[in-house]
Antibody, heavy 122, light 113 residues
Framework: EVQVVESGGGLVQRGGSLRLSCSVS????????MFWVRQAPGKGLEYVSA????????NYADSVQGRFSISRDNSKNTLYLQMSSLRPEDTAVYYC???????????????WGQGTLVTVSS | DIVVTQSPDSLAVSLGARATITCKSS????????????LAWYQQKPGQPPKLLIS???IRESGVPDRFSGSGSGTEYTLTISGLQAEDVAEYYC?????????FGQGTKLEIQ
């Protein structure tokens, strides 16, 4: 069974930092691009970042560019999101998501983890 | 960035009736080299993560009931739920994966009338 499990969320002050982790199982992690998607309370879905299967290419939404960094450790089957200079508007549930197919990152998102809540206080 | 606009924002439909949600993109999502539309549909129920329903605009995910169907090409796409069931009450999102940054529609809240 494919599993995607996020951790690392919590309460942080404006300007602070936090690192999210995503542990996966049930598939060959190194074959798939991975993504972070967030959802502010009561709001819609927002793409945050992408990383290709070997970690050599990354992409970010303009809203987090320069503040967030995505990375992966294929030997540990783990995806990361390092978040710094956090703002109240970064408050959201952060979902770790796998690419739907393994060939590249131009893919739908499936499956999704349950998400981890990040709250940035002002 | 590609802007994706869903309509309507909310929709109330009777049990057993048809629900139709539209998604329009600011540029074509049809890739000429493979003739595939890079558009997905997701369902999200309260307190749950989104669930993939349809990829490539019209390919239903395994296990998704056949009352869900997707269609469209270019810049206009449709999700149709034929014969609405109570368990279909949810928020629905379209998403383009044609180019980064990937973008979602704002969501459509589907309720029972």
């Amino acid at each position: 069974e494919v599993q995607v499990v996020e951790s690392g969320g919590g309460l942080v002050q404006r300007g602070g930092s936090l690192r999210l982790s995503c542990s996966v199982s049930g598939f060959t992690f190194s074959d798939y691009a991975m993504f972070w998607v967030r959802q502010a309370p009561g709001k819609g879905l927002e793409y945050v970042s992408a990383i290709n299967s070997d970690g050599g290419s990354t992409n970010y939404a303009d809203s987090v560019q320069g503040r967030f960094s995505i990375s992966r450790d294929n030997s540990k089957n783990t995806l990361y999101l390092q978040m710094s200079s956090l703002r109240p508007e970064d408050t959201a549930v952060y979902y770790c998501v796998r690419a739907g197919h393994s060939s590249d990152w131009y893919s739908w998102f499936d499956p999704w983890g349950q998400g981890t809540l990040v709250t940035v206080s002002s | 960035d590609i802007v994706v606009t869903q309509s309507p924002d909310s929709l109330a439909v009777s049990l057993g009736a048809r629900a139709t949600i539209t998604c329009k993109s600011s540029q074509s999502l049809l890739y000429s080299s493979n003739l595939k539309s890079y558009l997905a549909w997701y369902q999200q129920k309260p307190g749950q993560p989104p669930k993939l329903l349809i990829s490539w605009a019209s390919i239903r995910e395994s296990g998704v009931p056949d009352r869900f169907s997707g269609s469209g090409s270019g810049t206009e796409y449709t999700l149709t739920i034929s014969g609405l069931q109570a368990e279909d009450v949810a928020e629905y999102y379209c998403q383009q994966y044609y180019s980064t940054p990937y973008t979602f529609g704002q969501g459509t809240k589907l309720e029972i009338q």
